[in-house]
Each structure stands twice: as structure tokens, then as C-alpha cells.
């Protein structure tokens, strides 16, 4: 059975501080792994990671997958209030295209 | 682009009511409708996965009776919880994508709150 591990489950920082959310998988064939953001409604999508050691960067937030290590990590620079949400961390693999197995989210609080 | 709705995004029906939740694609054709659960303070989990003009392919777990799926076009899936109970409140959450290789990206939907009394 597929599995994603993410940690912290929770987080609390201020604003300014640097973050680093972590995520582990075992899955089979595995394909892909995104990073969602979650506010106070669905998922919003961040980043899809499919080969190692490449950077994917969004203004503050990067992130990079490790295949051989089966992990990835999420990092928030110069955090801001509107960072507050929940990091979700999923992957797909094995044949049946986009079943995303989530892994059970890091809540992050950022304070001003 | 790749915008999804959903509709209603609360509502509050009584025990044995059944509810249907429409989710749709609003700028693309989603061949592929996912829709998931969460509880309060946990993660998504993946109740079933719909393809346009074929029965939806539930999760281990799921009963399809209860839980109905119907993706009739390419813009529009609806989940009917039938005979609702308390323990069925949820946030239920689609999402779509444009199949395929792409399916694995997918686009949520804001949500469904469900609270059954």
C-alpha cells in the first residue's frame, strides 16, 4: 500500500524565519509527487516533482525530490502570516493514473 | 485557466435526507473527476475516481451504494450521498484533470461542507 509520511505535523515560526517541511513516500512505481496548499478551503497546487535534484521555485517557496532517498522537502523563506495553512504532500505512481495518496499534512502557523 | 466549482458549498440536511454534490470544470474538459473526504484536522482521503461516460471506480472501503457517482459530460461529476447519517458529515472536496499523462496534476474544487443532524 502506498504511503506518504510528511513531518512536523505542526509548526509554529514568525514571521521571517525559514521553514523546511519534509515528506517521505514508499510507493510503488511512483511517477510523481505534488505539494498542495491548503487555507481554509481545498487544495491549492504548488509544485509537481518528478525528477531529482531539480529545484522547483515559486517567489519564496522551492522545493526538491530526492528518488534514490524517497523523500522531498518544501521550503518557505521569509515567512509571512499568509504562509498559515496546511502543507500537503502527495504522490502517484502504479498504473492508474492521478490517484494522489496524501500524506496527512504540516499545519504551519506563522505569527507576526 | 483550469478553474473548478462546486455547488453547494455548505449545506445542512436532517438524518435519511439524501444530498447531491455537483463539482464542475468551468474553462477545461476534465475526462477525469476525483472526489475526496476530510475530516476535520486530517488529511484527504480518496473516496472514488469517475471517468466521463463510465461507472466511477470506488476506493477499498467506499460503499458505492451509499456514495452515488455519476460524471455524465465532461464538465460535470455529482456525488449523491444517499440516506444520510451524522456520521457522513464531512468537507468533501473534487478535482479534476485533463487525463491521461496530465491526470496526475489535478485541480480541486473549494469544497463541500456536509453536516447531517
Known amino acids: 500500500e502506498d504511503k506518504v509520511v510528511q513531518s512536523p505535523l505542526s509548526l509554529v515560526v514568525h514571521e521571517g524565519d525559514t521553514v523546511t517541511l519534509n515528506c517521505s513516500y514508499e510507493?510503488?512505481?511512483?511517477?510523481?509527487l505534488l505539494w498542495y496548499k491548503q487555507e481554509k478551503k481545498a487544495p491549492t497546487f504548488l509544485f509537481m516533482l518528478?525528477?531529482?535534484?531539480i529545484e522547483k521555485k515559486s517567489g519564496r517557496l522551492s522545493s526538491i525530490l530526492d528518488k534514490k532517498e524517497l523523500f522531498s522537502i518544501l521550503n518557505i523563506t521569509a515567512t509571512q502570516t499568509g504562509d498559515s495553512a496546511i502543507y500537503l504532500c502527495?504522490?502517484?505512481?502504479?498504473?492508474?493514473?492521478?490517484?494522489?495518496?496524501f500524506g496527512q499534512g504540516t499545519i504551519l502557523t506563522v505569527h507576526p | 485557466g483550469a478553474v473548478v466549482s462546486q455547488h453547494p458549498s455548505r449545506v445542512i440536511c436532517k438524518s435519511g435526507t439524501s444530498v447531491k454534490i455537483e463539482c464542475r470544470s468551468l474553462?477545461?474538459?476534465?475526462?477525469?473527476m476525483f472526489w475526496y473526504r476530510q475530516f476535520p484536522k486530517q488529511s484527504l482521503m480518496l473516496m472514488a475516481t469517475s471517468n466521463e461516460g463510465s461507472k466511477a471506480t470506488y476506493e477499498q472501503g467506499v460503499e458505492k451504494d451509499k456514495f452515488l457517482i455519476n460524471h455524465a459530460s465532461l464538465t460535470l461529476s455529482t456525488l449523491t450521498v444517499t440516506s444520510a447519517h451524522p456520521e457522513d458529515s464531512s468537507f468533501y472536496i473534487c478535482?479534476?484533470?485533463?487525463?491521461?499523462?496530465?491526470?496526475?496534476?489535478?485541480?480541486f474544487g473549494p469544497g463541500t461542507r456536509l453536516t447531517v443532524l
Open positions: 474553462d477545461f474538459q476534465a475526462t477525469t
Open positions: 478535482s479534476a484533470s485533463f487525463g491521461g499523462s496530465l491526470t496526475d496534476t489535478q485541480y
Open positions: 502527495a504522490v502517484t505512481g502504479g498504473t492508474s493514473y492521478g490517484k494522489l495518496t
Open positions: 518528478t525528477s531529482s535534484g
Open positions: 510507493v510503488t512505481n511512483f511517477r510523481s
